[in-house]
Structure formats: structure tokens, C-alpha cells
Nanobody
Framework: QVQLVESGGGLVQPGGSLRLSCVAS????????FGWFRQAPGKEREGVSL????????NYRDAVKGRFTISRDKAKNTVYLQMNNLMPEDTAIYYC???????????????WGQGTQVTVSS
């Protein structure tokens, strides 16, 4: 059974940090690229960061460059999103997705997690 399980969300003050985790199971982790996407209330879901199957290529939306870092650990079948200097506009539900290529096109992803809430507020 394919599963993507996100964790690590929560309430944090502006300027704080969180690390999101996405644990994958039920498919061959090494064959898949991953993306982190987010959806804020009343807005469409948008791409945040991508990582290739090998981990050798990463990409970020402009709004998070220099603040967020995506990584993957094949030994743990886990993808991470380290988020630093969080801002209120980062508040959203964050989703992990797996697909055969790293792309901003959400329809290209085969598997999705249920999401984890990130709230940035003082």
C-alpha cells in the first residue's frame, strides 16, 4: 500500500523554524522525485520545492529561496523540508508528493500525502 505521511508542522512565531518530514512506503523510493506543495486558505495549491530522484537537483519557488531547504534520505525513505525564517505568508497546509520527474505540474505526481498544517503567527 502506497503511503506518504507528512509530519513536523505546527505553530511557530515569525522568524522561527520547522522541519517537515515525508515518509514514503509502498513504492521504490529511489525511483521517484518529490515535491513539496502548499495551500493557504482561499488560495490554490502551489509548488514550494522539488527534488530529483537522485537528490542531485533541487528547485524552489522564489518566495522561499534562501529560507527553505529540501533534502532526501534514502536509508529512511524520507524527504525533508527545512524551513527557516518563517513568515506569516508561509502559513498553509504543506503536502508531499511523489512522481517520476520533479516538476511544478501537480498532475504529474502519482502519490500525495494528507498534508501537515504550518501556522506562522505571533
Amino acid at each position: 500500500q502506497v503511503q506518504l505521511v507528512e509530519s513536523g508542522g505546527g505553530l511557530v512565531q515569525p522568524g522561527g523554524s520547522l522541519r517537515l518530514s515525508c515518509v514514503a512506503s509502498g513504492f521504490t523510493f529511489d525511483y521517484y522525485a518529490f515535491g513539496w506543495f502548499r495551500q493557504a486558505p482561499g488560495k490554490e495549491r502551489e509548488g514550494v520545492s522539488l527534488i530529483s530522484a537522485t537528490g542531485g537537483s533541487t528547485n524552489y519557488r522564489d518566495a522561499v529561496k534562501g529560507r527553505f531547504t529540501i533534502s532526501r534520505d534514502k536509508a529512511k525513505n524520507t524527504v525533508y523540508l527545512q524551513m527557516n525564517n518563517l513568515m506569516p505568508e508561509d502559513t498553509a497546509i504543506y503536502y508531499c508528493a511523489a512522481g517520476r520527474i520533479a516538476t511544478w505540474t501537480q498532475a504529474r505526481y502519482n502519490y500525495w500525502g494528507q498534508g501537515t498544517q504550518v501556522t506562522v503567527s505571533s
